[in-house]
């Protein structure tokens, strides 16, 4: 029996898959924006959700998407070609270093990623599991490597991350010449610590953008913000 996930312009084949939809990816495709993007790229696509949101949501975007995990990738390009965006979303096999040597690897408007986070921690024995939320030493520094590279100047790279991975990446950034300019903490409930953040840098500095989302205001019952952040996509608001 197919695990398929309903959104309201598009569904999502999770079949054989070790990647679920999260909040993470379904928060950072509603949130991540730039002003009329040409080109938009999503790394670490899982089965293609931030993917087809963005295509979604910017009518006028070509959006890649890069997976390394061949089960996770395969989903994606069937979630691709059923989708009403086909034409407009490509799925690259691989890591997203090796597409970094790729002659047709162009510049990029917006980089977004819900990437693996687990860092020096006890790794899951569990392959799928392992390169879906398992991060190598390094892995942050590379990935602000390739936004470098492939980031156009007036760019954004957009990621979702624990608070404490948060941390390590923005002075990874920072250190590289990156400006932070927009973040936004996000809690279960009201009086909650934050448990993610959702970074967004430039290679330009700007006016940095600070918000909360909340997205519990009671349990099971989501905030009105919440709601109306996704109100465009989940059949349940």
Known sequence: MKNIFRFKQFSVDQSGCGMKINTDGVLLGALATVPGPERILDIGAGTGVISLMLAQRFPKSKVD??????????????NFVSSPFADRLCLIEGSFQDYSTQPEAPAYNMIVSNPPFFLNSLKNPDHQKKLARHAEEGFFDALMQFAEKHLRLEGELWLILPTEAADKTRNIAVSMGFH???STEVKSFEADLPHREVLVFSRKQKKKDTASLIIYEAPKIYTKAYKEL??????IF
């Open 65 to 78: 998407a890069v997976e390394i995990d061949p089960s996770a990738a395969e989903a994606a390009r069937g």
């Open 230 to 235: 996704l109100r465009d996509f989940l059949i």
């Open 180 to 182: 932070l300019t927009g």
